[in-house]
């Protein structure tokens, strides 16, 4: 059984940083990229990042280029987003999920197979 455990998410003020984790079990995970999105109060849920399996190759949507950093760790099963110099539009609940093919990296939702039940991220002002 799959199971995604995020993990790291808080209270925090305006420039602020955080790193969320993502623990991954029941999978072989270097054979799947991964993903992490967010859905904010009353919004749909959206794209933040996403990294191949490998880790070589990386995807972020517009909002967070240079401020949030996702990479991975294959020998800890885990990914993680370093979110830096935080606003208060970051503010959301957090998800990570996985993709079963390794190879690049996909911004659908659709797309993913697998989502952990999220964690809360709140930057005040």
């Known amino acids: 059984q799959v199971q995604l455990v995020e993990s790291g998410g808080g209270l925090v003020q305006t420039g602020d940083s955080l790193r969320l984790s993502c623990a991954a079990s029941?999978?072989?995970?270097?054979?799947?990229?991964m993903g992490w999105f967010r859905q904010a109060p009353g919004k749909e849920r959206e794209f933040v990042a996403a990294?191949?399996?490998?880790?070589?190759?990386?995807y972020y949507t517009d909002s967070v280029k240079g401020r949030f950093t996702i990479s991975r760790d294959n020998a800890k099963n885990t990914v993680y987003l370093q979110m830096n110099s935080l606003k208060p539009e970051d503010t959301a609940v957090y998800y990570c999920?996985?993709?079963?093919?390794?190879?690049?990296?996909?911004?659908?939702?659709?797309?993913?197979?697998?989502w952990g039940q999220g964690t809360q991220v709140t930057v005040s002002s």
């Open positions: 029941g999978l072989t995970f270097t054979l799947y990229a």
């Open positions: 999920a996985a993709d079963r093919r390794a190879f690049g990296t996909r911004f659908q939702q659709d797309e993913y197979d697998f």
């Open positions: 990294i191949s399996g490998s880790g070589r190759s990386t």
